[in-house]
């Protein structure tokens, strides 16, 4: 079946670098796209989204960026701070209908001061 | 004010039991959703309501059963709980589907079946 899936199921980074965390995604008529982190002992809280006819949004240090051609997105963390350590999620939906957010396995960011 | 609250934060139960696990949202929201997220932090959907009613049911076994007393409520029984339904139990809400906008998740509920 289709899924969201991610490349690395942990990333670690030093403090002051930049994370770039990988999704891939296969159902071609996803159209919106959500990050979520989700912090230890916490529910995942959003991030960033994008939507199909973007390929690209930044946030404050967060940039999500998107290729539908491949099916890929990615989540550009700058400057990385301890507190980013968690685990984040991509979520895929499909606009109008009753789609139920889908979420990929994950990826453990942990950042080493 | 949380957003999204769910009870009680942890559960540590015998096989064979029925628990239940409450939420509540206070955003709205019409849509509201149960998810269950394993050891390896895979989070899988369970059950998703839309203003009191079903509208999403995935592979769960008929030990689950959700209840919605009205739509700002959302509550989760399990009857003769199973090792396996260990887990960590997730309750979300949402603006409807149709608008696709983000989840508001509660804190989670970690189950322990012994």
């Known amino acids: 079946g289709e899924s969201v899936g991610l490349h690395l199921p942990t990333l670690s980074v030093q403090e002051g670098d930049n994370s770039i965390i990988n999704c891939a995604y296969s159902?071609?008529?996803?159209?919106?796209f959500i990050w979520y982190k989700q912090e230890s002992g916490k529910g995942p809280q959003f991030i960033i989204d994008?939507?199909?006819?973007?390929d690209k949004r930044q946030g404050q240090r967060v940039t999500v960026l998107l290729n539908k051609t491949v099916k890929h997105l990615s989540l550009q963390i700058a400057a990385t701070q301890p507190g980013d350590s968690a685990v984040y999620f991509c979520a895929e939906m499909i606009s109008g209908g009753s789609y139920i957010p889908t979420f990929g396995r994950g990826t453990s960011l942990i950042v080493h001061p | 004010d949380t957003a999204v609250s769910q009870t009680p934060k942890y559960l540590v139960t015998q096989m064979g039991n029925d628990k239940s696990i409450k939420c509540e949202q206070n955003l709205g929201h019409d849509t509201m959703y149960w998810y269950k997220q394993d050891s390896k932090k895979f989070l899988k959907i369970m059950f998703s309501?839309?203003?009191?009613?079903?509208?999403i049911n995935e592979t769960v076994p008929n030990r689950f059963s959700p209840k919605s007393p009205d739509k700002a409520h959302l509550n989760l029984h399990i009857n003769s709980l199973e090792l396996g339904d260990s887990a960590v139990y997730f309750c979300?809400?949402?603006?409807?589907?149709?608008?696709?906008?983000?989840?508001?998740f509660g804190s989670g509920t970690q189950l322990s079946v012994l």
């Open positions: 309501y839309n203003n009191k009613e079903l509208i």
């Open positions: 994008i939507r199909s006819n973007m």
């Open positions: 979300a809400s949402s603006p409807p589907l149709s608008t696709n906008e983000k989840l508001f």
């Open positions: 159902n071609s008529a996803s159209d919106y």
